[in-house]
């Protein structure tokens, strides 16, 4: 327990997907690329694609509805919204349009950023608000449309993306802190290896005084950089928080990554000498959601009844700023 004596306990998850699907044999009519080729390097077969009409406001409130009847809790009971994502549908944040959608009207709400690493990262806020005492029960959410801002034409990153959202309900325990560690990072220097960059375009004023015009590039990525990256730093930061949980990787049940490439979840698995079947991959189905991806893989395995009471479970996040992070919970309902 924390020196508050007040710990956190997941309660409930959800996870949404739109319906419209993109195959690898689809996607090689529109790029230079094939079936074989995409499975080969990332293990993506197929990936769920936002229709125009399609919100992440929407597609996020599902997930959440979903978790809030898994905890059995009434959205009007919900302290704090936090919404992890990249691609929300207005600049200003779109926290405060879930919280409508759900009938969450007590609630506190705002968007974090940190990219693919953002659940993790508002993970650890949930925590620490609901150990200060200041929330009982927050709704965190990560949920991204990266199909929005994906390059089509670029076919070593468009075969990567799909769209997707996933939400926990975190609740404030007396008797026990589910969450065993948390460790986090940031490194601004490989900022330029995975972009969704701001460009503007210069407006004429009067009297010679000009503005800028915003838009955003497509995504761009560096592909090598990143998965260098994630083999170095991923199974460090986990090793990190096994140690401040005192546990080792043979004690960990469940190892979900984010979902970003195959080769990427094997490496890290390989390194810390952790079983095969305990590492979690739906990548086959949805590919790199990122916020997403780690509720989704989550709620996933805990409804097909995979993940059981008193399971450990380790998470890690990794991606754009460079950030990562890994944090650890003991599951039980």
């Known amino acids: 327990m924390t020196q508050s004596g007040v710990g956190i306990k997941i309660i409930g998850?959800?996870?949404a997907t739109p319906s419209q699907v993109l195959t690898n044999e689809q996607l090689s009519q529109i790029v230079d690329t094939s079936d074989e080729w995409i499975k080969t390097r990332t293990g993506i077969s197929r990936r769920h694609l936002a229709l125009a009409d399609e919100s992440?406001?929407?597609?996020?409130?599902?997930a959440a509805a979903s978790a809030l009847e898994m905890a059995q809790l009434n959205p009007q009971a919900i302290d704090l919204i936090i919404l992890a994502t990249s691609t929300a549908d207005d600049l200003f944040g779109s926290a405060n349009k879930i919280q409508h959608l759900i009938g969450a009207n007590q609630a506190?709400?705002?968007d974090l950023t940190a990219a693919c690493s953002g659940f993790v990262f508002g993970l650890s806020v949930a925590a620490s608000f609901i150990r200060s005492g200041t929330y009982q029960n927050i709704l965190l959410i990560g949920a991204d449309l990266l199909s929005r801002w994906v390059d089509w034409s670029d076919r070593t990153s468009c075969v990567l993306f799909g769209d997707g959202a996933g939400a926990v309900v975190?609740?404030?325990?007396?008797?026990?802190d589910h969450l065993l560690a948390c460790e986090l990072y940031s490194d601004g220097r490989q900022n330029g290896s995975l972009n969704l960059a701001y460009q503007s375009e210069s407006q004429p004023?009067?009297?010679n005084l000009q503005v800028a015009r915003g838009g955003y590039q497509p995504l761009t990525m560096n592909g090598k950089e990143i998965y260098r990256f994630a083999v170095a730093k991923v199974p460090e930061v986990i090793e990190k928080a096994l140690f401040k949980a005192n546990l080792q990787a043979p004690q960990v049940d469940w190892l979900i990554l984010h979902q970003a490439n195959q080769r990427i979840l094997d490496a890290v698995a390989e390194r810390l000498q952790?079983?095969?079947?305990?590492v979690i991959s739906n990548l086959a189905e949805y590919g790199n959601t990122s916020a997403a991806s780690i509720p989704l893989a989550l709620d996933e395995t805990i409804r097909q009844g995979k993940i059981k009471c008193g399971d450990i479970i380790v998470l890690s996040g990794f991606g754009a700023g460079l950030t990562w992070g890994a944090a650890i919970f003991r599951w039980g309902i």
Not at 274 to 278: A, F, H, M, T
């Open 108 to 110: 506190v709400a705002f």
């Open 170 to 176: 975190c609740q404030a325990n007396q008797t026990e």
């Open 56 to 62: 992440l406001s929407e597609l996020a409130a599902k």
């Open 274 to 278: 952790i079983s095969p079947e305990k």
């Open 13 to 15: 998850c959800g996870s």
């Open 205 to 207: 004023m009067v009297d």
